[in-house]
């Protein structure tokens, strides 16, 4: 036996114990281990039955994702789920934590399932390209229905142990200690005198299918799966366990997982797997970096944001005080929150006594002295130097010694705002996205005297927030927004050029952004980029820039908030408008900038993309990102990115670096060298044959 794999018998019950931390996911000693394992129980006449568990925080969360890519190593894990439900003896998964991909798959070969109330089970495969291909997309539809296993496969999310016993994937919920209810379990099934549970031998249910069943069903993921290889192999192989026997079927589904394990889109996701996980992890500060506590959270500023970011931290059981300048905009401030509330509960997603929770737990000022007691200060006033400047000199007069001095700014400068501080090792960016309380995404902006203390505390209170904190470092629009600038940038030199702004959105959300850039740009308002390309004092020295913004701004016309912008609105329905289109003509003309005759797909979506990917080396090579994989947790959680795609960087490496390099020379040809230069860092990596994922 392995170590990560043990066995023990006990009366007539083996108990087989999976012990491979972090997550006993199932790489080659486990699965060795269990083959080894289940051999022993077929040979050991003394055991009636198995019960398979596993040691620490969860059962098997899955195949070891580290190994992918890599050649294949007997025994595959079909080889050692079919060798387990083959056994004549009855074997018993007792589950505990995460039953993910191939951990539920593992526990499907069992012929029976118990688990602990907190359990989730799941096929979250299509997460990371991939499919259940360890005869997962063979078994699900014949515990728990097609309907219920495609729903399941195709979003990957995981469900409860109640509603596993509900639907038949879980034959027994265990209170109490798991071993010992897995025990009591087995011994009635033995008393019973039941036979293993062959789900393989099992039919699909097909009463609920007619024949137009999976193209509807195909019909009905579309638009959100559009552009994603995944998901139509996960359908592919359910057609195939309700019309071929399970053994080509399951073959099949080997076929169509190799062909997931090999595209771009699997390799992409993977990437950002580790990459979500790796920006956690600072390089420079210590592991054992002292935390400080966070007992009560102060907000200045209650619009939007304000509002949004004070529901973050009430979210997460931690009082918070508004502090607003009056009592008119403070009471709107507190009304913006329980509106937003209000709409969750209306939606089904909170309790009312969840909502009236948070609210306890929110409160309002009106002076800086009442935020003396608090440990963490949230800036959320707008873009303006001298304001930031001015409350930052307030808090440095009031806040209590140790309290963390936090600006929402989304692009300016740290340094200059903890300046006007005697604290600035105390001073950090937190820069939320909108909204603040649904984005996932946190910049975490380290001033040059920012101490470890407060970077590690605000990464480890990020974590509490259930945010993915990504710590850059000071230069105007930090990583996200100078990365988003060029990229609108782009797009309002096509509108120049001639392109409808309508194909550049479409060509774009074909592509996979959740939204095109100049619907980004209405939504987020023309007016608050018009504010930034003022506030942008070293941007580049080109009047085209962002002109179509500019000039839409002057006609009031600032976007979704005023019902024109780059589009007309019927509501969120965004509608091309020749005011427009006759706008960026005139434009154009007094700008001397050519119109395109023609510009294809492919160019729309390189010159979006090859020009933040060329900004993002320059954030590289500035030291403002840590990781290139950094810029595409940025890029995938904060600017609707397809997670297919990895990120901007990724992406980079997908289409290969010196195809980068070729395609921005092209522009450079047509542009000049201004936006098309290679970075330096791009430049060597495509002649060396690298990539930024390394
Ligand atoms: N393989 C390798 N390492 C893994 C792993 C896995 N499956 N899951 C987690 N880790 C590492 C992770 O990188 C981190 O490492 C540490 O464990 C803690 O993870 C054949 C092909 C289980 C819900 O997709 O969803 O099975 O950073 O920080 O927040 O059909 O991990 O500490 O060095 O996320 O408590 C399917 C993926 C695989 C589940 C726990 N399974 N994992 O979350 O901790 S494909 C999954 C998770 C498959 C079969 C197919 C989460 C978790 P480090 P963590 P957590």
């Not at 019973?192 to 009463?207: F, H, Q, T, W």
Request: hydrophobic share 40%; glycine share 10%; charged share 25%.
């Amino acid at each position: 036996m392995s170590e990560v794999v043990t066995y023990k018998r006990e009366d007539q019950i083996a108990y087989i114990s999976v012990n491979n931390p972090p997550v006993n996911a199932l790489s080659l000693p486990v699965r060795q281990g269990l083959e080894a394992a289940f051999t022993k129980f077929a040979n050991d006449n003394e055991a009636k039955a198995a019960i398979l568990i596993c040691e620490g925080r969860t059962w098997i969360a899955g195949a070891d994702i580290t190994e992918f890519g890599k050649p294949p190593e007997d025994p595959w894990l079909p080889k050692v789920i079919h060798q387990m439900e083959a056994n004549e003896k009855i074997i018993v998964a007792a589950i505990h934590g995460t039953a993910l991909g191939g951990g539920f798959e593992t526990a499907m070969g069992c012929h029976y399932r118990c688990a602990v109330p907190s359990a989730k089970l799941g096929l979250p495969e299509v997460t990371l390209g991939l499919l259940a291909g360890a005869t997962g997309t063979q078994r699900l539809p014949r515990l728990i229905g097609v309907k219920r296993a495609l729903d399941a496969m195709i979003s990957g999310a995981p469900f409860s142990a109640s509603n596993g016993l509900e639907w038949g994937a879980v034959d027994e919920i265990v209170d109490g200690d798991l071993r010992d209810g897995a025990t009591q379990f087995t011994k009635k099934l033995l008393a019973a005198n039941a036979k293993p549970r062959r789900i393989s031998d099992e039919e699909v249910d097909g009463l609920e299918l007619n024949e137009h069943f999976f193209n509807e069903y195909r019909n009905g993921m579309a638009k959100k799966t559009r552009g994603f290889f995944a998901p139509e192999q996960i359908v592919k192989c359910v057609e195939a366990a309700v019309s071929l026997p399970y053994k080509e079927a399951v073959e099949r589904e080997g076929e169509l997982f190799m062909e997931c394990m090999m595209s771009s889109h699997s390799v992409a996701q993977r990437h950002l797997f580790f990459a979500d996980r790796a920006c956690a992890k600072v390089d420079d500060v210590p592991k054992d970096t002292p935390l400080r506590d966070i007992k009560k959270v102060a907000v200045i500023g209650g619009g939007t944001m304000g509002g949004g970011i004070a529901m973050n931290f009430a979210n997460a059981g931690i009082p918070v005080v508004l502090k607003e300048i009056n009592q008119e905009a403070l009471d709107r401030g507190l009304e913006i929150i329980r509106s937003n509330y209000n709409a969750t509960v209306t939606k089904g997603r909170m309790s009312a006594e969840q909502m009236d929770q948070r609210v306890g737990i929110i409160s309002g000022v009106l002076d800086y002295d009442d935020l003396s007691d608090c440990d963490l200060i949230v800036e959320a006033v707008f873009e303006n130097m001298a304001l930031k400047k001015e409350i930052f000199g307030e808090l440095d007069r009031i806040a209590k010694p140790g309290a963390i001095l936090a600006s929402n700014t989304s692009t300016l400068d740290i340094d200059e705002i903890a300046a006007s501080t005697n604290r600035p090792e105390d001073v950090i960016g937190w820069h939320f996205f909108a909204p603040a309380n649904v984005m996932t995404l946190l910049e975490l902006v380290r001033g040059a005297k920012t101490s470890h203390e407060v970077i590690a505390t605000s990464m480890a209170m990020a974590k509490t927030i259930k945010k993915i904190a990504v710590l850059v470092g000071v230069c105007f629009g930090f990583v996200g927004n100078r990365i988003f600038f060029p990229y609108v940038r782009e797009a309002q030199q096509m509108i120049l050029e001639g392109v409808p702004p309508e194909r550049i959105d479409q060509v774009a959300f074909e592509w996979g952004m959740a939204m095109g850039p100049n619907g980004v740009s209405d939504l987020s308002g023309l007016d608050v980029l018009d504010k930034v390309k003022s506030e942008w004092l070293d941007r580049p020295d080109d009047p085209a820039l962002w002109a179509v913004g500019t000039k839409l701004v002057e006609l009031g016309r600032l976007g979704q908030k005023t019902k024109a912008g780059i589009f007309n609105y019927a509501g969120r329905t965004a509608v091309p408008d020749q005011v427009v289109a006759d706008l960026a003509k005139s434009e154009a003309t007094r700008l001397g900038i050519q119109q395109l005759s023609e510009v294809s797909d492919e160019e729309i979506i390189e010159r979006l993309m090859f020009s933040m990917i060329n900004e993002g080396a320059l954030i590289l090579e500035e030291g403002i990102a840590m990781r290139s994989s950094d810029i595409d947790v940025v890029f995938v959680h904060g600017y609707g990115m397809p997670r297919y795609r990895g990120g901007p960087m990724r992406y980079a490496d997908t289409v290969g670096l010196s195809n980068v390099v070729a395609a921005m020379e092209k522009y450079r040809e047509r542009y000049g060298d201004m936006y098309w230069t290679p970075a330096p860092l791009l430049k060597r990596l495509a002649e060396e044959g690298g990539s930024f994922s390394g």
